[in-house]
């Protein structure tokens, strides 16, 4: 059977991947930190929960002693777990800084060196990095959440290479905004002329499926948000403006208003 490693498996893109995986006949291990949600999802897909902080590297070694001892070989690993909170440098708590480059960048790299060994083992093997648009354009609004995942990309097209001879084949994911409980673009829908560019978790997760079977290095979703990416190399400093102006803060919430954990 087919093993899938999913952080970020208990809600969104994660637990739409977790339902589409488990159609197509995947055991799938769920990551996650809050315990009652992951186990709901783990058992709606026949699955398996693994609470988890993807941001502390004990943990996620603890997570990969337990999972090699049920499964000598995982065949997909994918780095899915993030959050965001849609404010600037100078707005956001230092800790929470630290807390989205902990779990949006270092939390992938964790887990890809501690289950190296079983995707390995698991040969032909692949991950998926799901990073976001937001990995190509970086603009005021969102500053520490665009600079993790600009960390996050580089990691993720470096790896594609460093693995490749080991048999391991490393793809990137890169959705344009997604309605999910963590991130919801409320904003953005109530916007009739820009609402359609908002996408469904199920969509993202068939793109990282598309991206395993097909074997693509780098995909984004939808697959015109590529010019934006293209528009920040020639043009960086119009295109912060401009998205910042725009709608860098569509979907914003304070705080009170975010889904407890
Ligand atoms: N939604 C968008 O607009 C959008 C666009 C582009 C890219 N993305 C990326 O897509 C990924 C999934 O986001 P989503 O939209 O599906 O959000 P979501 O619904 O909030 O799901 C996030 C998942 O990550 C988990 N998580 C958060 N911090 C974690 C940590 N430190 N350790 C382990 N798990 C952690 C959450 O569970 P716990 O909180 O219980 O840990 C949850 O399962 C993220 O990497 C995000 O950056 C999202």
Sequence with gaps: MQIAVITGG???IGAALARLLAE???????????????????????GEAEPCDV???????????RVGERHPAV???????GLTR?????ELP??????????????GVWCLLAFLPLLEAGRPSD??????????VAHGSSGPYAAAKHAQLAFSRATTVELAPRGIRVHTVNPGPVETPGFPQRMLLERPLVRRVVLTPERVAEAVLRSVEHNRAEV????????????????????????SRAGGRAGALPDRERRPR
């Design 24 to 46: 197509r006949g995947w055991r799938c291990v769920l990551l996650a930190r809050g315990r009652e949600q992951l186990e709901r999802v783990a058992k709606e897909v026949g």
């Design 220 to 243: 984004i979703v939808p697959r015109f948000l590529r010019l934006a990416g293209a528009v920040q190399a020639l043009a960086p400093a119009s295109l912060a403006r401009l998205v």
């Design 86 to 90: 849609r404010k600037g440098f100078l």
């Design 127 to 136: 991950i998926v990095n799901v990073v976001s648009v937001a990995g190509t």
């Design 55 to 65: 941001g502390d590297r004990t943990q996620v070694e603890e997570v990969v002693d």
């Design 94 to 107: 230092p800790e929470q800084i630290e807390e989205m480059v902990r779990t949006n960048y270092l939390g």
């Design 75 to 81: 065949h997909l690993l994918v780095n899915n777990a």
């Design 10 to 12: 208990s809600s969104g």
